[in-house]
């Protein structure tokens, strides 16, 4: 019986404030739209591919090739983002930007568990992240072949110029703001209950003193009509 009191209280004091349930989360829901359809900007991400290693002149590759070529995968991702195949797109495209700059927009990583390399460059301008993705992989093969004389790398798909961007994603941020305005509007509801140690009813004496009401004085009024 004690739970189901508790359960009616909290009824009770959410019953109170119910409007900022409604209130709060469209706000939050606005706001969020606000920034992400007009505030933030957005930005697109192109990619390319590139594959480790190739067959030799019959096109069969041995198991040992096979390793050498997946232990690879790791080190060139590695090279792809380093210091000289930056400055080496810099000055192929004459980019204004520093190369931390440029490696901070560019990610390599490995396509599950092949010999798939995948560039990817992220820019407000869709056209540029495209440009960037394509000179990054040539620029990143030349320094391989410089580094092995060696030609173990090739293109698979080149960079296209995205349509869509990938952030911000309005979507999401509509969803989790609106979340954020409900539980925020539930935490200042309980949070205002648990500051408000005024006695409203005989109720309250009860749970709050431990005493039994004997008995309730009216409040009279000086007013015409009043009791």
Avoid: H
């Avoid at 198991?63 to 080190?75: A, E, G, I």
């Avoid at 400055?87 to 980019?95: C, F, G, P, Y």
């Avoid at 700059?101 to 301008?125: C, Q, R």
């Amino acid at each position: 019986m004690e739970q189901e009191l508790d359960i009616r209280q909290i009824f009770g004091i959410v019953r109170k404030r119910i409007g900022w349930l409604i209130v709060f989360p469209i706000i939050a829901v606005l706001i969020s739209g606000v920034l992400s359809f007009f505030v933030i900007p957005p930005v697109y991400e192109a990619s390319t591919t590139l594959l480790v290693g190739r067959a030799d002149d019959q096109g069969q590759m041995g198991y040992q090739d096979l390793l050498l070529n997946k232990q690879l995968v790791s080190t060139y991702s590695e090279l792809a983002t380093s210091r000289s195949v930056a400055e080496s797109v810099i000055n192929a495209l004459r980019l204004e930007m520093t190369a931390s700059e440029l490696a901070g927009i560019i990610s390599v990583s490995s396509v599950k568990d092949t010999e798939i390399i995948a560039v990817k460059v992220k820019n407000a301008d869709p056209a540029l992240a495209k440009v960037i993705a394509n000179q990054a992989a040539i620029s990143f093969i030349d320094k391989v072949v410089g580094y092995s004389n060696i030609e173990n790398v090739m293109v698979v798909d080149e960079a296209i110029e995205p349509v869509f961007p990938v952030s911000p994603n309005k979507k999401m941020n509509i969803a989790v703001a609106g979340l954020l305005g409900l539980v925020l509007a539930f935490g200042l509801i309980f949070l205002l209950e648990f500051l408000d140690n005024t006695i409203k009813a005989a109720a309250d004496v009860e749970n709050l003193l431990g005493l039994s009401v004997l008995a309730i004085v009216p409040i009279e009024s000086n007013g015409k009509g009043g009791r």
